[in-house]
């Protein structure tokens, strides 16, 4: 398996814009969970899905963030209009539902709103 | 509450050993697992320990849970430059899926 799979790696763009993350988690896994990372913040938990389903999206910092996961094997996160504090690294991770192995984690994309 | 512990910064000498601590609040946590992330990347497994376990060994990394304390530790032994990174400690929440995150702790090794 190639791991979670992110698109973009970067992501410049301007203040206003809408921006799509996109995720398509290992095979097989139950769970996919979105994070953001920041200097100031550490690693916050955005949304996290069971079998597609939305579980918890109490980590979403407002209204402009929406995350979907239309199918078993891709999930978007997006940012409408993007604020220059959206700047980040926003990681997707997956896992099973047994939890022995903990999550496995995308590379993340880097976003960066001027 | 939610919290997961750890000191922000650990130095320490290549070839001297390293003990990274943490605290975490969830006594039905199953699993807890150190994550290593190494600059412009994602965090990777690095180990993770059974909550009925008290060590774990696995080559340079041991692994210390102390239940009463609610606390686990990650040595690594013979410190390389390769270790530099920041380490996150987490906490499994039971029946959940989900996994609750230290702050980390930013590990530099120094030739």
């Not at chain 1, 095979?27 to 938990?45: A, P």
């Not at chain 1, 539902?97 to 976003?111: C, H, V």
Request: charged share 20%; hydrophobic share 30%; proline share 4%.
């Amino acid at each position: 398996d190639a791991g979670v799979i992110q698109s973009p790696r970067h992501e410049v763009t301007e203040m206003g814009q809408e921006v799509t993350l996109r995720c398509k988690p290992i095979s097989g896994h139950d769970y996919l969970f979105w994070y953001r990372q920041t200097m100031m913040r550490g690693l916050e938990l955005l949304i996290y899905f069971n079998n597609n389903v939305p579980i918890d999206d109490s980590g979403m910092p407002e209204d402009r963030f929406s995350a979907k996961m239309p199918n078993a094997s891709f999930s978007t996160l997006k940012i409408q209009p993007s604020e220059p504090r959206d700047s980040a690294v926003y990681f997707c991770a997956s896992s099973l539902i047994s939890g022995a192995q903990g999550y496995t984690f995308g590379s993340g994309t880097r976003l960066t709103v001027v | 509450g939610e919290d997961v512990e750890q000191s922000l910064f650990l130095s320490v000498r290549e070839g001297d050993s390293s003990v990274i601590n943490c605290t975490y609040t969830d006594s039905s946590s199953t699993y807890l697992y150190w994550y290593k992330q190494e600059p412009g990347a994602g965090l990777q497994l690095l180990t993770y320990i059974f909550s009925n376990m008290d060590m774990k060994q696995d080559q340079r990394l041991t692994v210390l849970l102390n239940k009463k304390d609610k606390h686990l530790s990650l040595r690594i032994a013979d410190t390389q430059t390769g270790d530099s990174a920041i380490y996150f400690c987490a906490e499994s929440k039971r029946n959940t899926g989900k996994l609750i995150f230290g702050q980390g702790t930013t590990l530099q090794v120094k030739p």
